[in-house]
């Protein structure tokens, strides 16, 4: 008999708001590592309390609700408060956003000496997704990563990671919390987008015969993938539109109708960039595809508002600003509305 998760509607429910047109998820997940790097780039010092500080900004950005339907959370992130002790959880949930979390404990390197990597955090995940769902939490994250390189992507690294995504989505699910599976193709490298193209499908064929395999329930959960794309060193990088059309050919050969929804990483595109990728999506094909193609950005949301807050760690209504425009032109681009007029006008 067919496996049906005992929290079957509210996967599928949440799954659904996630993806609502109009709107879009944040991506507030960067572990203590990376968030220091993005803070020492802008000249911000990292503590847990700047940390904060920078979180918080964002989570309570006014409206930011009318574009975002949720918020990517890290494992201190998710037990931080407001300054006047609101968990930043329950700031969320009062706005109608839903809190996710990160959940994979990061990507190491794979045996064989390419440097190509293989994403752990299996070990005690029935515990801790318990955890976080009592702390609210209702989406969560995994990141694998697939690099294409000389000799590179080995089906090893394909299969590990699809069988590792596939392992914690089913534990997310027995825990009604709704896996968003992000099995990203790096875009560093010179390669063509041809040949982006031809490693997407391939990793999101694997990706999808291990989620049936571990008999993960389409329906509630949400695919964040990286677009088809040139290589950023790629000599005569892709265009928007050859972006845009590559990108939902791939999806719509490899991804099953059934799925709940799909949202993007930025990846290392611009922040202009990644609002016209979507955009142009959504224009093109929007009205073709089975299930809603929105955004998942940590840096194309963030980083306006990061360089203003980070050199002194103040002027947060700017920066609030700053971040509320990335959230509106990616909540356009989410319905195919966004153009270099709203650009301008913003
Ligand atoms: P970027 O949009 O910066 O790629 O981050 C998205 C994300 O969640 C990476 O795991």
New binding site residues.
């Given amino acids: 008999m067919r496996y049906v998760p005992k929290h079957a509607d509210e996967l599928r429910a949440t799954a659904k708001a996630m993806v609502e047109p109009g709107k879009g998820v944040v991506?507030l997940?960067e572990s203590n590592a990376t968030c220091t790097k993005r803070f020492e780039d802008v000249g911000a010092q990292s503590s847990e309390e700047t940390r904060r500080q920078y979180r918080q900004l964002l989570i309570t950005a006014p409206e930011a609700q009318k574009y975002i339907s949720g918020a990517?959370l890290f494992d201190e992130t998710i037990r931080q408060a407001t300054d006047d002790g609101t968990p930043f959880v329950k700031v969320l949930k009062d706005r109608g956003q839903i809190p996710g979390i990160k959940v994979d404990t990061g990507a190491k390197d794979l045996p064989g000496g390419r440097g190509e990597k293989m994403t752990e955090g299996l070990d005690g995940l029935r515990d801790r997704l318990a955890e976080y769902y009592d702390l609210g939490a209702r989406f969560a994250?995994w990141?694998a990563v697939i690099t294409i390189g000389d000799g590179m992507p080995t089906i090893g690294c394909y299969k590990a990671n699809a069988h590792a995504l596939a392992r914690y989505a089913a534990l997310c699910q027995e825990a009604g919390i709704v896996p968003m599976i992000?099995p990203?193709v790096l875009i560093s490298g010179d390669h063509s987008i041809e040949r982006c193209q031809e490693v997407t499908e391939q990793n999101l064929r694997i990706v999808f015969q291990e989620l049936a395999e571990q008999e993960v329930m389409l329906e509630g959960t949400i695919l964040?993938t990286s677009m088809v794309i040139s290589g950023l060193k790629a000599p005569n990088r892709a265009g928007v539109t050859e972006v845009a059309d590559r990108t939902v050919e791939t999806l719509m050969r490899t991804v099953p109708p059934a799925l709940g929804g799909v949202v993007f990483?930025?990846?290392?595109q611009g922040h202009v960039e990644s609002s016209a990728h979507l955009s142009a999506m959504n224009q093109r094909w929007g009205d073709k595809t089975p299930w809603n193609m929105t955004f998942?950005?940590?840096?194309?949301l963030q980083q306006p508002a990061l360089d203003i807050w980070g050199p002194d760690n103040s002027k947060v209504k700017e920066a609030q600003q700053a971040f509320l425009t990335r959230a509106k032109m990616n909540s356009l681009a989410s319905t195919g509305d966004y153009t270099e007029a709203s650009e301008k006008a913003a």
């Fill in positions: 991506a997940d990517i994250k990141r992000e990203e964040k990483l930025s990846g290392g998942s950005y940590a840096r194309a």
